[in-house]
């Protein structure tokens, strides 16, 4: 017993010391992740309800007294342009982004390699030594399998026949030139694809990019904003996108690539109208050519997360124009994009396409079938994970790509 109790003693005097450090390093833990509610005059990070904080180098305060329209309050609401080394990013070396015609050769090859059924069936199908209604019924049913859509198919089919038929003879060369003929027809190259990006007299061009959860709106934002840069564009990105996690952290990354500032909040769940409202309004004290807001992903039968994104476009319009609404749609959802389409083309005007990953689906007709049904032109496509897969549609680029 007298041999246990020295032992005993020593294991309690352990527990005590370690009781007391507990404290100690709950508090160090806390100093490090929550900012107190008063700060030493030095200390460069200005305190946010609910902790966190964003670097101040030379920002202005936001007025209590200032109120966003609509009933949208600012009151509290932190913004910042981000600087190199805010909210825990790591230094970027500025990156100079490819030029626009450079993307589009690459994308347009990418596209040749890609697997596409459209070009490739149609081609095959129409060389063959006799076109009978088997072979029509083929190449009927190889567009609505792309994603061509029953009217656009029933039109190109039409077409295809009557050319065939006065052609009578067919070489693959004369072939190839009826198909590229029609396919460009129906993308419809008389569409404007240009985007608005130009500065107004006193005002920047205002950009909503919005879309479904998934579709990569925060991706292409920052790709546009590369796109917009090797144009010698003026950049300022809001990240408008405050429920998802890291959403304004990602988006500010892509803008320090290639040098352009990012306004966001750093209180989690912030009123995303508030920050759109704060990053229009930077943009036009600072003059910039092109504010660019990213949305927060919401699906189209979410009658309460579309009332809100249509809050988010009225508040932006009491300070500016908005030029561009960018829908954002997946190439491989097919014909569940229409109906993504439609809605969204309710709620916010939609004035253009973004179609992502279109190398990673044989649904090239996709791209017909939503100009058909909306009016709305594919402005930009996305064939790649690469910082610089991104570019301006061109009609005739995108048939010759699908007939090789």
């Given amino acids: 017993m007298n041999d246990i109790l020295p032992i005993i003693l020593a294991i309690l005097a352990a527990l005590v010391v370690i009781g007391g450090l507990i404290p100690v390093l709950l508090k160090t833990r806390r100093n490090i992740t929550k900012y107190p509610g008063t700060r030493d005059a030095n200390d460069p990070v200005e305190p946010l309800r609910g902790g966190g904080g964003t670097l101040v180098e030379d920002r202005p305060a936001v007025t209590p007294e200032r109120k966003a329209p609509g009933g949208v309050d600012l009151?509290?609401?932190?913004?910042?342009?981000?600087?190199?080394?805010?909210?825990?990013?790591?230094?970027?070396?500025?990156?100079?982004?490819?030029?626009?015609?450079?993307?589009?050769?690459?994308?347009?090859?990418?596209?040749?390699?890609?697997?596409?059924?459209?070009?490739?069936?149609?081609?095959?199908?129409?060389?063959?030594?006799?076109?009978?209604?088997?072979?029509?019924?083929?190449?009927?049913?190889?567009?609505?399998?792309?994603?061509?859509?029953?009217?656009?198919?029933?039109?190109?089919?039409?077409?295809?026949?009557?050319?065939?038929?006065?052609?009578?003879?067919?070489?693959?060369?004369?072939?190839?030139?009826?198909?590229?003929?029609?396919?460009?027809?129906?993308?419809?190259?008389?569409?404007?694809r240009s985007l608005r990006t130009d500065r107004h007299a006193d005002k920047p061009a205002v950009m909503m990019v919005v879309g479904v959860?998934?579709?990569?709106?925060?991706?292409?934002?920052?790709?546009?904003?590369?796109?917009?840069?090797?144009?010698?564009?003026?950049?300022?990105?809001?990240?408008?996108?405050?429920?998802?996690?890291?959403?304004?952290?990602?988006?500010a990354t892509w803008g320090q690539r290639v040098g352009v500032p990012t306004v966001k909040s750093d209180v989690d769940g912030a009123d995303p109208a508030s920050v759109a409202y704060e990053a229009v309004k930077s943009g036009i004290d600072q003059e910039v050519d092109v504010v660019m807001i990213d949305t927060a992903?919401?699906?189209?039968?979410?009658?309460?997360?579309?009332?809100?994104?249509?809050?988010?476009?009225?508040?932006?319009?009491?300070?500016?124009?908005?030029?561009?609404?960018l829908l954002v749609l997946d190439a491989t959802t097919g014909q569940n994009g229409l109906n993504q389409a439609r809605v969204f083309s309710e709620v916010v005007n939609i004035t253009g396409i973004v179609l992502t990953k279109l190398d990673g689906t044989a649904k090239g007709g996709i791209v017909v079938a939503i100009q058909k049904t909306l009016g709305v032109p594919v402005k930009l496509i996305g064939l790649g994970e690469g910082a610089d897969d991104l570019a301006p549609f061109d009609a005739e680029s995108f048939v010759d790509a699908l007939l090789n």
Avoid: C, H, Y
């Fill in 213 to 251: 959860n998934g579709v990569g709106k925060t991706t292409t934002v920052g790709k546009l904003a590369r796109v917009l840069v090797a144009e010698d564009k003026d950049v300022l990105l809001g990240a408008a996108d405050t429920f998802r996690a890291a959403a304004a952290e990602q988006l």
């Fill in 297 to 325: 992903g919401r699906l189209q039968n979410k009658v309460g997360l579309m009332d809100e994104l249509g809050k988010v476009k009225r508040v932006i319009e009491k300070l500016a124009e908005v030029d561009e609404v």
């Fill in 75 to 192: 009151e509290g609401l932190e913004t910042a342009e981000v600087p190199d080394d805010a909210a825990g990013l790591e230094t970027i070396a500025v990156e100079t982004p490819l030029p626009v015609a450079g993307r589009l050769t690459r994308l347009r090859e990418r596209l040749v390699r890609s697997n596409n059924i459209l070009g490739k069936g149609l081609l095959a199908l129409l060389s063959s030594d006799k076109i009978d209604e088997d072979v029509w019924d083929e190449v009927e049913e190889t567009l609505l399998l792309a994603d061509l859509g029953t009217e656009p198919t029933m039109q190109l089919v039409d077409a295809l026949r009557e050319r065939v038929k006065v052609l009578g003879t067919r070489t693959p060369e004369q072939v190839k030139a009826l198909l590229r003929e029609e396919l460009i027809k129906l993308v419809d190259p008389t569409m404007d």
